[in-house]
């Protein structure tokens, strides 16, 4: 059977930094603010105001071209000495300068947020574009006497060092790694786009992190890029299934497969897809589930007790009881 025309890679999945901040959100802070670590309480659950984001800019969510797309967070994160902080995270993830508002934009942002919740606020545009002159930082206006100036933090990722990142033992290298290898091999084929995920999958699997943080930066190496032939998709999470040791793995950021498949309603065969996507989250989840289960009645044989397992797996105390 002939497989789909090779043409060279899709394009990337700039929504999939939404997903991965919050599996490495302490990550990305011990990354911008290396020397400023010590200032966050890292034993309070940080807070992700998606929806406080969007009511205070419902017109940043309205339907508008997809290259136009803006990427945004906003996180309240807390301090060692108790008091509050939001941090926001606006992603500038255009292949091009777009408008070239996006200073403007940010001193929007910075207002706005300011005139409501009266806190600081710290501001980041991670800029993924491959134009090398771009890079906002200040966004200044007056009138007759009267200046505003507000300068925020501009990191362009097309400046990095490649070699430097790898060397980074911080697991949120890894995410940048993986912009910056697009960056710099657009259209990659499928064969070059393969060897270069199975790359970032080794980077990943060399860096120490929490079982919640691998599954989302490994879901955004295999995301971030597609493959123009779906069969190297598959082949490629076989090849990891089996370097884990394991007979597949839970697809981790699963509202990401269904809004894409819901996104491709401008394509043939929308149902189809949605129906592919819905069954494959469906069958990853009852083979994670399968396995916890498993691995529960070896620990019961061992002689754990029920509340031990249950917390451990994160399992229902009456599934475990049950056992």
Known sequence: MVGPKKTGSGRQDDRLWKAVLEHVFSDFLKFFYPNDADLFDFSREFEYWDKELDELFPEHRRGRNRSMRYVDKLVKVFLKDGSERFILCHIEVQSHKGRGDLARRMADYYIRLREKYKVPITAIAILADGNKSYRPSVYEEGLLGTRLSYEFTSYKILDEDEAALRADPNPFAVVVLTALTTIKQPGADD???????????????????????????????????????TNQFAIFESETAQLEGRSTEAMGTTEYLVDRAERRGIDKGIEKERARAKRLIEQERAKAYAEKLRSATKMKNSGFDNAMIADMLELPIEEVEKL
């Not at 199975?198 to 079982?211: I, N, T």
């Open 191 to 229: 064969g070059t786009l393969y060897g270069i995920k199975r790359d970032l999958y080794f980077e990943m699997k060399a860096r120490r992190m929490p079982k919640y943080t691998r599954a989302g930066i490994y879901d955004f190496l295999k995301y971030y890029v597609s493959f123009e032939d």
